[in-house]
């Protein structure tokens, strides 16, 4: 039986289901119903904006996207969101799906706490981003109905303490390897869950580099610069 929240249809494949009970079963309910309406909100984005995409492959996408977070799926080194989009793509793989669409899903995944690149990419790859910042950072809010916002929570509550919620969930995701943090955002959360996490500088990263820029510079043997003193 289909189901339609806020006017958006929960995809009933058997792929889309065989997603739903494999994340029903491994998240806790924070991400489990977080997740879900990542797909309500990134779907209704789409509508609004006459976006051609595909509601299955965006269904993956955003069932996936926080399974990283999971210790069943966290790797010792990659960053959570690779992890998430690196068992959604082992996933794809044994329904046989296409390498294209699984790029576009695995492209989700990975870059959907990367601001300002995916809102140009593909609609799956956008719209999974959008749904994230709506349910998590709260950017659009006010483009979606009071209605829309109402069904879809109350289909998949947020706890009452959601903000400070997925912040933990963030901080057990990444605590234990916090070197996969550097240039993005999950930073900012071990800098606030994580009392000895200290941030890596990327300017600090470049003066401290191996490169020794103070010693003349060194020209190979095609270089112009040779050739013309040559002349």
Request: proline share 4%.
């Amino acid at each position: 039986m289909t189901t339609t929240i806020a006017g958006i249809k929960i995809p009933d494949s058997q792929l889309a289901r065989a997603a739903t009970e494999l994340v029903r079963d491994t998240e806790p309910d924070l991400l489990y119903n977080h997740s879900r309406r990542v797909f309500l909100f990134g779907a209704l984005a789409g509508e609004r904006k006459h976006l051609d995409y595909d509601p299955e492959l965006l269904y993956i996408g955003a069932m996936f996207h926080d399974m990283g977070l999971v210790d069943a799926y966290s790797s010792k080194t990659n960053r959570f969101e690779v992890d998430g989009a690196n068992a959604a793509r082992d996933f794809l793989v044994q329904y046989g799906v296409n390498e294209y669409d699984i790029e576009q899903v695995w492209t989700s995944i990975a870059l959907h706490t990367t601001p300002g690149v995916p809102e140009h990419m593909k609609p799956v790859v956008a719209l999974v981003t959008a749904g994230v910042e709506m349910d998590v950072l709260g950017l659009a809010y006010h483009e979606f109905t009071d209605e829309q916002r109402i069904q879809v929570v109350a289909a998949h509550p947020r706890e009452r303490d959601f903000k400070n919620d997925i912040i933990d969930a963030f901080a057990h995701g990444t605590i234990k390897k916090p070197e996969s943090t550097f240039g993005n955002v999950k930073a900012d959360v071990l800098a606030l869950r994580d009392p000895e996490y200290k941030r890596l500088n990327f300017c600090q990263i470049i003066l401290g580099s191996a490169w020794d820029d103070s010693q003349s510079h060194v020209h190979h043997a095609g270089c112009a610069c040779n050739e013309s003193a040559a002349a």
